[in-house]
């Protein structure tokens, strides 16, 4: 069973862009969440998708939204790009219930210039 | 408010040796725990997981332990080989309705030959 997959890989934009972002999950998954890795925050939670409702979301400004659709792709934007939004941004996916595991796709290095 | 910290930021060993990794969190409303790996230019990797009914639990060369009265959890790795060299987060869901997962800092295992 094929696993999570993020594209692009890797982002290079500058201050002030917006960007998307995509995930899509491993079949059968259709709770998707949204994490940001950096070297100073570690991972913090974004956002979870089921059945294309925004179930949770962290504390992070309005600049940063989601969606998904009906297949359980997830798409996450970025608004108006700061320095600071420079990040590993990960998806993971799981089937539907609080303990069902989260298996996370390899990443997006999103660099701001 | 919630949080998951590590006791340690880095742990070296020898190839063949036991590790131990420790957590400590402090939401007591947590009743989910699972470890992860990362290795380099990759997403977490799932390891093992513990729900709060538990003290322990046992995988391959792996063993969850949590100690819900001190809020510390860890994870036992045997035989340490040198592919376990990676850094390990891990990570907690608070009760109720609460979808996102909760990352500590990680710990950095160095597996010398």
């Known amino acids: 069973k094929a696993g999570v997959t993020q594209t692009p890989r890797y982002l290079i934009k500058t201050r002030g862009q917006q960007v998307t972002l995509s995930c899509s999950p491993i079949?059968?998954?259709?709770?998707v969440s949204w994490y940001q890795q950096t070297p100073g925050q570690g991972l913090q939670f974004l956002f979870e998708?089921?059945?294309?409702?925004?179930?949770n979301k962290g504390n992070f400004p309005g600049r940063f939204s989601g969606r998904q659709f009906s297949n359980s792709r997830s798409e996450m934007n970025v608004s108006t790009l700061e320095l600071g939004d420079s990040a590993l941004y990960l998806c993971?996916?799981?089937?539907?219930?609080?303990?069902?595991?989260?298996?996370f796709g390899p990443g997006t290095r999103l660099t701001v210039l | 408010g919630e949080s998951v910290g590590l006791h340690l930021p880095t742990l070296s060993v020898q190839e063949g040796d036991n590790s131990i990794i420790n957590c400590a969190y402090s939401?007591?409303?947590?009743?989910?725990f699972i470890w992860y790996k990362q290795e380099s230019g990759k997403g977490p990797q799932f390891i093992i997981d513990?729900?709060?009914?538990?003290d322990k639990r046992q995988g391959q060369r792996v063993t969850v332990l949590l100690n819900k009265t001190v809020k510390h959890l860890s994870l036992q790795i045997a035989a340490t080989q040198p592919g376990d060299s990676a850094v390990y987060f891990c990570?907690?869901?608070?009760?109720?309705?609460?979808?996102?997962?909760?990352f500590g800092k990680g710990t950095l295992l160095t597996v010398n030959p």
């Open positions: 993971a996916s799981s089937r539907s219930t609080r303990t069902d595991t989260q298996y």
């Open positions: 079949s059968g998954h259709r709770s």
């Open positions: 998708y089921f059945s294309e409702t925004q179930r």
């Open positions: 939401n007591s409303a947590s009743d989910y």
């Open positions: 513990i729900r709060s009914n538990m």
């Open positions: 990570a907690e869901k608070g009760g109720g309705s609460n979808y996102k997962l909760t």
